[in-house]
């Protein structure tokens, strides 16, 4: 329970800090837009807190477990439980129980919680800040595509609900020998069935003068399955979503490996949260008076950053297809749990 509780506010206040630098950054980059108030900034940063929060749990779980072995040492609780003959083992044991259910409630729970308010979180940056998404990038979302008329290419300034609708549109349209027809400015587009919808389109051919249009058909033969596995990133699905996905990019020929890795992360988590504890534990369990206490934190923070910046290798060596999603998803796990496996077997049984 100590573990627990320890867990639960260091979250907390991790989750506080990220708000309050969150916000002050939303405020600052907002200073001259008018739509932008003080609750709507708030408001936005609430939406976006919790995906990058998701990402710093392992750290939240390690720096518990060594405040809770640590404090148990300082009293001399771990004194007298080893003179009782309570074992390392014993001691780790509901930590890493504790771990593991906090693993799988943030897996099933906060992650699709987080997905959600982040996907909330776009929609309420256009609404504040027009129809350029805040801190899109220049170039935008681009699709290729094919119908019957020819293919033809476009771009979206942003979109919303997972690519159905885009905003600030471009087409660029091409016959079917390639040669290139006519541009397309729309303020938006949505995919019904067999085409997109565009509103207040103007149609630029490349011999006659331009129109305007309140709304134009242009033909499609994507679906909507292929559009949000276009424009959904790996990091706004959820665990239930993730193998639908993986399973439409493989259909259609698509690379499946940032989906593959994000479902392998998720499945791994509740088993990274217990290697953290017994990482934790292998630079926490010795007594206090013994002295070396600052050196036994600074190894407990410094392996919790080797663990992250490795996880970031095998993450980026994944998605550029040099190792596969279940290896760069699971090493960091193994190297954590055995490593604090076999320190605390030689602390314990020599």
């Not at 976006?48 to 779980?61: D, G, T």
């Not at 290419?153 to 040669?179: M, P, W, Y």
């Not at 190297?335 to 077997?345: A, D, E, R, S």
Request: with cysteine; charged share 20%.
């Amino acid at each position: 329970m100590r573990f627990l509780t320890t867990a639960l506010a260091v979250f907390a206040g991790v989750v506080l800090l990220v708000a309050l630098l969150d916000s002050v950054e939303l405020m600052r980059r907002t200073a001259t837009n008018e739509n932008a108030t003080a609750l709507a900034v708030i408001k936005l940063s609430f939406f976006r807190v919790p995906i990058i929060a998701e990402r710093i749990i392992p750290f939240c779980v390690l720096i518990a477990a060594m405040s809770c072995y640590l404090s148990l040492s300082r009293r001399n609780e771990l004194v007298v439980a080893r003179a009782a003959g309570v074992s390392a083992w014993q001691f780790t044991a509901p930590a890493v129980a504790i771990a593991l259910l906090l693993g799988v409630l943030t897996t099933l729970v906060y992650n699709p919680v987080a997905a959600l308010l982040q996907e909330r979180s776009k929609r309420y940056e256009i609404e504040i800040f027009g129809q350029r998404e805040f801190g899109q990038q220049e170039s935008g979302f681009w699709v290729r595509q094919r119908s019957p008329d020819g293919q033809s290419i476009i771009n979206a300034r942003n979109s919303r609900d997972q690519g159905l609708r885009l905003e600030g549109v471009t087409v660029f349209t091409f016959d079917e020998q390639g040669r290139y027809q006519e541009r397309i400015e729309a303020r938006s587009a949505e995919l019904q069935d067999g085409a997109w919808a565009l509103t207040e389109a103007r149609v630029y051919p490349s011999n006659s003068p331009p129109s305007e249009h309140g709304t134009y058909a242009l033909k499609t033969n994507i679906s909507r399955e292929q559009v949000r596995e276009n424009f959904s990133t790996p990091e706004t699905l959820t665990v239930w979503e993730l193998p639908e996905y993986i399973r439409l990019a493989e259909n259609a020929g698509l690379a499946a490996a940032g989906y593959r890795l994000q479902y392998q992360k998720l499945l791994s988590r509740p088993f990274l949260l217990a290697a953290m504890v017994l990482l934790a534990a292998a630079f926490s369990l010795r007594f206090a008076r013994m002295g070396g206490v600052q050196k036994m934190v600074l190894g407990g923070v410094l392996s919790g950053f080797f663990l992250y910046v490795l996880s970031k290798i095998t993450e980026d060596m994944s998605k550029t297809e040099l190792l596969s999603p279940v290896t760069a998803a699971w090493a960091p796990v193994l190297v954590g749990g055995l490593t604090g496996f076999l320190v605390l077997l030689y602390q314990e049984d020599g």
